[in-house]
């Protein structure tokens, strides 16, 4: 165990954070009914059935975030950065080799407008945001391959398989028209439109 001093407590309140970064991914729901609980997991929680939830059970809940921004920013005071926000999905390519990934594009939009409410109508100070994640890759949580987070698909499966070439998915180019307008766009893509934008 690590002994504290009077000078790391002087050093904290001296020199505080200019910031404070924390990564989101969505929210669990927890109960005092240990007969509802489902296995192997730390916080006591159960389904949401208000929510739509992937394969490995992450609830899709955009109030995550806008609590979350509200809560850390009330009590510390201080700009906030979302290091990490994403949701792992189990993606499709189709004979055509399109990846057609609206729950992605979904989930990004209302993530981004969750941020806008916070920012513009809660006064939040938010200085930035890293969606994750830009191209697929093994998940750090589960070591598969298939839960794929990435704008960008990696021809790679869970045993290894596969010749690493990327395809962009339906939510790359949706991401691409939403920086371009700086956030102001959160509109679908029109039919089609992803296969024909380079």
Same mark, same amino acid.
């Given at each position: 165990? *690590?002994? #504290?001093?009077?000078?790391?407590?002087?050093?904290?309140?001296? &020199?505080? =954070?200019?910031? *404070?970064?924390?990564?989101?991914?969505?929210?669990?729901?927890? !109960?005092? /009914?240990? @007969?509802? *609980?489902?296995?192997?997991?730390?916080?006591?929680?159960?389904?949401?059935? &208000?929510?739509?939830?992937?394969?490995?059970?992450?609830?899709?809940?955009?109030?995550?975030?806008?609590?979350?921004?509200?809560?850390?920013? +009330?009590? &510390?005071?201080?700009? %906030?950065?979302?290091?990490?926000?994403?949701?792992?999905?189990?993606?499709? $390519? @189709?004979?055509?080799?399109?990846? /057609? #990934?609206? &729950?992605?594009?979904?989930?990004?939009?209302?993530?981004?407008?969750?941020?806008?409410? =916070?920012?513009?109508?809660?006064?939040?100070? *938010?200085?930035?945001?890293?969606?994750?994640?830009?191209?697929?890759?093994?998940?750090?949580?589960?070591?598969?391959?298939?839960?794929?987070?990435?704008?960008?698909? $990696?021809?790679?499966? +869970?045993?290894?398989?596969?010749?690493? =070439?990327?395809?962009?998915?339906?939510?790359?180019?949706?991401?691409?028209?939403?920086?371009?307008?700086?956030?102001?766009?959160? !509109? +679908?893509?029109?039919?089609?439109?992803? %296969?024909? $934008?380079?």
């Amino acid at each position: 165990m *690590l002994e #504290d001093s009077p000078e790391d407590y002087e050093l904290l309140e001296n &020199y505080p =954070a200019d910031f *404070l970064s924390f990564s989101c991914y969505g929210s669990t729901t927890v !109960t005092t /009914h240990k @007969e509802d *609980l489902e296995g192997g997991n730390l916080f006591n929680g159960v389904t949401n059935p &208000y929510l739509q939830t992937n394969a490995w059970g992450w609830a899709t809940d955009p109030a995550c975030l806008r609590l979350a921004l509200n809560t850390l920013f +009330d009590r &510390y005071q201080k700009p %906030l950065w979302i290091v990490e926000n994403g949701i792992g999905w189990d993606d499709k $390519v @189709e004979a055509d080799g399109s990846i /057609h #990934d609206d &729950y992605r594009v979904e989930y990004l939009r209302q993530n981004i407008q969750s941020m806008d409410d =916070a920012i513009n109508i809660d006064g939040v100070d *938010l200085m930035g945001y890293t969606m994750w994640g830009c191209i697929d890759l093994v998940s750090a949580g589960t070591g598969e391959m298939k839960k794929r987070y990435g704008l960008v698909y $990696v021809d790679r499966n +869970d045993v290894g398989e596969g010749t690493l =070439a990327r395809s962009k998915k339906d939510s790359f180019y949706w991401y691409k028209k939403m920086i371009a307008s700086q956030g102001a766009d959160l !509109t +679908d893509l029109p039919s089609n439109e992803a %296969l024909a $934008v380079n």
